[in-house]
Structure formats: C-alpha cells, structure tokens
C-alpha cells in the first residue's frame, strides 16, 4: 500500500510518493492547482502531472499504482468549503482514486510544519493566513486576500515599500534613493508614476508584486533601515495572526509550538525574532518553530491521520528518507 500526498498551490503543485510506513519513493512537480482560479479540471490536471514525476522515480505506472493499493491525500489552494472539497474528491474518484481526502492547504501546512501534531502554523507566501488545530477543533485566522487582509505577507512587504516610494515621489517625504533604484530596477520603470498602471492593471499580478519582497530581504541583509523596519512589523504582523489562532483554541497558556510555512519567513531574523516576541506578549510558554517538513509530506501525515494508519510510524519513516 502506497500514500501519496499532494500540495495543490496557486503557483505550482508538489507530489511526494511514500510506503505506507512513509518511505519516501519520490517527488514531483505540476502546474498551479488553485480550485478558485484554475477550477477542479485545472486541479486534477497538475495533480496528475505532480504524480508523474514520481512515477518516473519508481517501476510503476499510475495504473498498476492504483492497482497495488494507494491513499491519496490533497491539500487544495482555494478549496475551503465542503462542497468544494468534495468537488475535487469526487474528480479524483471518477479517474480511479478510491480511497481519498481532500482539504485546503493551510491543513497540510500544519501538519508538516509540526510533524503531524496539533497546534498552529503561520503561512506567509504572496498572501498570509494561520491555521491551527487542537483535537477535534480547528480555526482559521486570515486569508482574507491582499484588498481585506494578508498582513505580513509578500505582497503587504512589497506594497509597504512600494507606497514610500510613491510618498516620496510626491515629497510627502524624503525619498530613498535605495529603495528607489531597486523599485525600478525590479518593476522596470523609469519613474515612480509607471508604477500606476502596473498596480492596478486587470488582473493584477500579485506573484510578480509580491515578489519584490525578496528585494527588500536584500536590501535588509545590506543594512537598509526601512527594509529591515518593515520586516519586522512584518513579523508582527503575523504573530498577530498566530496569537489569535492560539486564543481561539484556547493555547495562550499551554505549552506548544508555533510553525511557520511559506517564502517570507526565508527572511529569517529579519522577520522570525519579532514574530516570536508578539506570540510571547500573549502566549509565553509557545516557541517559533522552523518546519519539520513540507506541505506535501504534510499531506502524506494528513492520510494516515485519516485513513487511521500508525502516525507515529509514517512520521518516523518520512524522517529517516527527507
């Protein structure tokens, strides 16, 4: 019996292929799998994808796979809901899944970041959102997207610097010449006024915005004052998130782990130590944990979670082969 664990992103999919004492057979790759934007066909497209390129690690074919015997679990970018959940579980069915779990990805998040236990993790890519879990109660806290929420995330670090150079542009304050070059060095402008059409162009490319947030990780590391600033409000920021993820589970007193998942937190002291003393504010016996594994090996716990196979054991196997 094999698990597979998917992590359907909006950027891109990822496949891990275990045993069923999670022996990790191999990984793969595939498009962007959001349920929102790319729809379930889009979603069992690159999921399939994904598969292949573990396939091609072992002497196995989808089919005999099936065959042999195989859990498959996904943790769906925009897949939050139950009616769409069980949209994208039927879909796996119908081309030859029988045995199937489906759930949005902060779940699988979680599950890697803290090695299959319970508590909260802290997701901050081009959007930011916690999620935790404490037995059978679970809570989300943001995710609301870049017009409604997202604080900390990639694209709230770009906007932030994005909007002091437009500030000084326009003399409201004394423009950096730092921040400023890299601004148009990155986005390609000349000047702060082409920003404009950029930023409010249909649709809005918010990987792209986003992306400058890695500049400003740069430029921190080189000693810039306000990148380093609004790192750290970043951290904040998402500590906010994870304390009200604790409360809501009632974990402010307990003593616990708090992860983290996405690509800002490779900005690392930047971000990580401010984070850290907003959950101590509130939660002082809860401790900032780098991940112990990915989402998808996340997704590979979420299946022996449910399929009730030995945790402890397909934990332990993915520890000894990562």
Not at 190 to 197: F, H, I, N
Not at 234 to 240: D, K, S
Request: charged fraction near 15%.
């Amino acid at each position: 019996m094999y698990i597979l664990g998917l992590d359907c992103g909006g950027t891109a999919s990822k496949a891990l292929l275990a045993t069923g004492d999670g022996h990790v057979l191999g990984y793969g790759d595939g498009g962007p799998a959001n349920y929102v934007v790319n729809g379930v066909d889009g979603v069992v497209r690159s999921a399939l994808q994904a598969m292949q390129g573990c396939l091609t690690q072992v002497p196995l074919d989808l089919p005999a796979l099936q065959d042999q015997g195989v859990y498959l679990a996904l943790g769906v970018s925009g897949a939050g809901r139950e009616l769409e959940m069980n949209d994208v579980q039927q879909a796996f069915q119908t081309v030859g899944f029988d045995q199937v779990v489906v759930s949005h990805d902060a779940a699988i998040a979680l599950l890697g970041a803290l090695g299959g236990a319970d508590g909260v993790v802290v997701i901050a890519g081009t959007g930011s959102i916690a999620y935790g879990l404490e037995k059978e109660q679970s809570t989300r806290i943001g995710g609301w997207g870049y017009l409604l929420g997202d604080e900390g995330s990639a694209f709230w670090i770009a906007l932030r610097a994005l909007q002091q150079v437009m500030w000084g542009f326009d003399g409201r304050t004394r423009q950096d010449p730092i921040l400023y070059g890299a601004v148009q060095e990155y986005f390609e402008v000349s000047d702060a006024a082409q920003l404009v059409p950029l930023l409010y162009q249909t649709p809005l490319n918010r990987g792209n915005i986003g992306g400058f947030s890695k500049e400003i990780t740069r430029l921190a590391h080189q000693g810039h004052g306000f990148s380093q600033e609004v790192l750290a409000e970043a951290g904040r920021q998402l500590g906010n998130l994870a304390v009200a993820a604790l409360r809501n589970l009632g974990l402010v007193e307990k003593k616990g782990r708090v992860g983290v998942s996405g690509g800002v937190f490779a900005a690392g002291q930047w971000v990580l130590p401010f984070m850290q003393e907003q959950i101590w504010q509130v939660a002082p016996n809860q401790t900032l944990t780098l991940p112990d594994f990915d989402p998808a090996a996340g997704a590979v716990l979420m299946a022996a979670r449910h399929f009730q196979l030995d945790m402890e054991r397909v934990a332990a196997g993915l520890r000894r082969s990562l």
